[in-house]
Nanobody
């Protein structure tokens, strides 16, 4: 079964950090670009960051630039999203997704595989 599984979400205070993981099973993630998306209550899902299959190219939404870092470990078939200086407005369900062709700004419909999401709550 081809799937992505996110982990690492939780409750954190403003200014804190979390690292999300996106583990692939049933397929080789190294051939795919990875995207991270998030959806806050009552809002549409939005793109956060993406990374090419090699890890050599990355892209970030303006709202997270300088605070979030996307990375991957192809040997572990896993992608990551390091989130620092978290703000209450970062509260959302975070999803990872994979697509074969790297394109910065690719929309949700262009991704082939999706995880089930992990909740991130930033609150004091």
């Amino acid at each position: 079964q081809l799937q992505l599984v996110e982990s690492g979400g939780g409750l954190v205070q403003p200014g804190g950090s979390l690292r999300l993981s996106c583990a692939a099973s049933g397929f080789t993630l190294r051939y795919y670009a990875i995207g991270w998306f998030r959806q806050a209550p009552g809002k549409e899902r939005e793109g956060v960051s993406c990374i090419s299959s090699s890890g050599g190219s990355t892209n970030y939404a303006d709202s997270v630039k300088g605070r979030f870092t996307i990375s991957r470990d192809n040997a572990k078939n896993t992608g990551y999203l390091q989130m620092n200086s978290l703000k209450p407005e970062d509260t959302a369900v975070y999803y990872c997704a994979a697509r074969l062709i790297w394109r910065p700004g690719a929309t949700m419909g262009e991704y082939d595989y999706w995880g089930q999401g992990t909740q991130v709550t930033v609150s004091s």
